[in-house]
């Protein structure tokens, strides 16, 4: 399949570790010039560009953008890939909680598109997905502010595919489940947030019904099917890649 993806500037955010680093490393072996950004070191993949940004805190998303379009030249694609999840119960979110998650999670992606969206209507062309959940789709009652900001993500999306698919930018959302990322399996990541860390990963392993986790290659794999040339008449899609968990 071609992907029409040589020499195209993506723009990875969260793009040090798990989905955003799987992208990463898929898009370079793609042919395409990748841009990290994230709080963290450059995760040495073969990317470009790394910009170190705190996306959660305003301006940040802009001023990364600024930076890899005057260092890589104008962004083809942008993958909003950036998030937070905690466990906790809805009555137990403080409002700094709600803020922080709705910064991270939801306007990180909204700021970071509209830097982009300039340059790309005055070309007629440009790819944009979202990194959304099925939380967002079906929402979780031990991540309520995730999933509050993740829905809002897949409404978000649908706005910018029917705003400017007459200036030819395509904007699509992807729909992971449970992956095998630092966000599930670290040490303080979500499953030991809610117990016994390996009684919790087999717990909601099982509740898949193929059975198993996605590993990170795989919702990459989706990500830069819609970002490319091959998915050039999808727009406004909302892809699941929950191993069947929710349509």
Known sequence: MELGLEGKVVVITGGSAGIGLATAVAMVDAGAVVVTVSRGSAPGVGEA????ADLGEAGEPERAVAEAQARVGSIDVLVNNVGLAVIRRLEDVTEAEWDLSLRLNLLSAIRATSAVLPAMRARRAGSIVNVASTAGRRPSR??????VAK??????????????????????????????????????????????????LAKAAAAR????FAEAEEIADVIVFLASEAASYVTGAEWSVSGGAVP
């Open 142 to 147: 031990s991540m309520p502010d995730y999933s």
């Open 209 to 212: 019904p193929l059975g198993r």
């Open 49 to 52: 560009l790394h910009v170190a």
């Open 151 to 200: 829905a809002a993500l897949l409404a978000y999306s649908r706005q910018v595919a029917e705003a400017y698919a007459a200036d030819g930018i395509r904007c699509n959302a992807v729909i992971p489940g449970p992956t095998l990322t630092p966000a599930w399996t670290g040490a303080e990541g979500l499953a030991a947030q809610q117990g016994d860390r390996a009684e919790v």
